[in-house]
């Protein structure tokens, strides 16, 4: 158990339809880090998150967004979904400082778009 | 950019066999650090190693040895012994240096090991 929850663990919902991932990282880590696996992009990082700052952003969709909130925990939101979205959307959570560079990932929520 | 490559999509063996992944990585950063997930058949990404790119030490961790060489941009991963319970995605991962925020991570595609009795 790497100490990061997420919720819910499946969602199954329909195109255009608009849901909320819900991540809690480890706690004391205050960088967040959401990443998407799909089978025809593989793994890739979305959005991070520090203290509730963005601090960098990867291949996110406009129809995605994302927050952290003051007491660290994180939301990605998706809207308009599409077929495409289908996916197992991981959460991760680093501490700061030296030991930063460790990413401790969350179980998963694995979204399908019907 | 970053980019790691994982050229064996799939690699099946027999109980007890040496098996060895493969990872090749492209950054223009001059420091940089490595990592390598493993993600079993229940889908949760779990950490294995870390490696700075300035410490080119192979590393032991039980049955489990990493070989990196920044001359060939190589950091490969071998199990020895292998156990039905190595079964699972094994992902090679690239960061770009420390910049005490945090970095996102660049994972390769991914090899499927298949340990059979």
């Known amino acids: 158990d790497s100490g990061v929850t997420q919720t819910p663990k499946h969602l199954i919902t329909a195109t255009g339809q608009r849901v909320t991932l819900r991540c809690s990282p480890r706690?004391?880590?205050?960088?967040v880090y959401w990443y998407q696996q799909s089978l025809d992009q593989g793994l890739q990082f979305l959005i991070q998150?520090?203290?509730?700052?963005?601090?960098a952003k990867g291949n996110i969709l406009e129809r995605f967004s994302a927050q952290q909130f003051p007491d660290l925990h994180s939301e990605l939101n998706l809207s308009s979904l599409e077929l495409g979205d289908s996916a197992l959307y991981f959460c991760?959570?680093?501490?700061?400082?030296?030991?930063?560079?460790?990413?401790?990932f969350g179980p998963g929520t694995r979204l399908t778009v019907t | 950019a970053q980019k790691v490559t994982q050229a064996q999509t799939e690699i099946s063996v027999v109980e007890k066999e040496d098996v060895t992944l493969d990872c090749v990585y492209e950054?223009?950063?001059?420091?940089?650090?490595l990592f390598w997930y493993k993600q079993p058949p229940s889908g949760e990404l779990v950490f294995l190693i870390r490696?700075?790119?300035?410490?080119?030490q192979n590393e032991i961790s039980g049955r489990y040895s990493w070989n990196f060489q920044k001359s060939t941009s190589s950091f490969n991963f071998t199990i020895t012994a292998s156990q039905v319970v190595d079964s699972a995605v094994y992902f090679c991962?690239?960061?770009?240096?420390?910049?005490?925020?945090?970095?996102?991570?660049?994972f390769g595609t991914g090899t499927q090991l298949k340990v059979e009795l």
């Open positions: 991760a959570s680093s501490p700061s400082g030296s030991r930063s560079y460790e990413q401790y």
């Open positions: 706690s004391g880590d205050l960088s």
């Open positions: 998150y520090y203290n509730g700052e963005e601090r």
């Open positions: 950054t223009r950063d001059t420091t940089y650090y």
């Open positions: 490696r700075n790119s300035f410490d080119e």
């Open positions: 991962a690239l960061s770009p240096p420390f910049t005490g925020g945090g970095n996102k991570l660049t």
